[in-house]
Structure formats: C-alpha cells, structure tokens
C-alpha cells in the first residue's frame, strides 16, 4: 500500500492484527476521535512501563535484589517464574537490569513492552482518568 499510496481502513479489536499490519493507530470513543498515532507511543504514554520476566536460581545479593523489587510497581510470581513491572521513564533501565542480573543468578530472563490489548484495555476501561491528555494532537 506504501508504494501505491494508497490508504488501508482495518477495523478490527483484534490487537494482534493491529501490531502486526498497521503503522498507525486511531481509536475512537463514542464517535469521537481519541488517538492517532504508532502503537509504539500509545503504549508508551498509557502504560509507560517494561516488563521484566525472569527466574532466578539463586539471590546472589538479597539486599540489592530486595531494594530492586521495592522499585518496580508491580511483582508477581508463580511457580518460580518473577513477572516486575517497571516504570520505564522513572529510572534509568539499563542500570536497573544490570543491578538485578548482578544480584541474581538467572535461569532466563525477558525485558517486554506491556501487550497492546492490555494499553487499550487500561484507556476504556479507566473511567476516572479516560483520555486524560491521550494525544494532544487530537482536538476533544
């Protein structure tokens, strides 16, 4: 469609489609154009944020790994599998990984970005704070 300039309406709810197929987003509510834009900044504004997922062998420094944990927003883990979820402009990310990979001995590790169902689900579902400065190139 590049090369022949030409445009692609995709509708869909399908956030996989969305990731894979499309450059640009828009989103509407209610009729209402809220968002235009990449995927890669709409997840970055609503949910700025990376998701570490790893299993330690062994806490090689439970202080820093401890003090590590405290920082991230959220922690869960199941069967041995750690899910943190970091701030990703609140702190330096590089710096924080290569604290956590000194204070553990890992089995595996991934650093991801947030699902983009999981970005949409967060601007309609949050009544309180829905489309609260969600692009401010689009005129509400």
Partial sequence: HRNEKVTI???????????????????????????????????????NEKILTFRASQILDRDAYD?????????????????????????????????LLKSARMQDFSLSDPELEEVVRRIYGDETRRHDGLNPAVKA
């Fill in 67 to 99: 003090r590590l944990k405290r920082r991230a927003s959220a922690c869960t883990e199941l069967e041995g599998e750690e899910v943190w979820r970091v701030p990703a402009g609140d702190l330096d990310l590089s710096q924080y990984v290569s604290e």
């Fill in 9 to 47: 309406i995709l509708t869909t709810h399908d956030m996989k489609d969305i990731e894979f197929l499309c450059e640009r987003v828009l989103l509407i509510d209610r009729g209402r154009l809220i968002y235009d834009g990449t995927h890669e900044q709409l997840r970055q504004h609503t949910l």
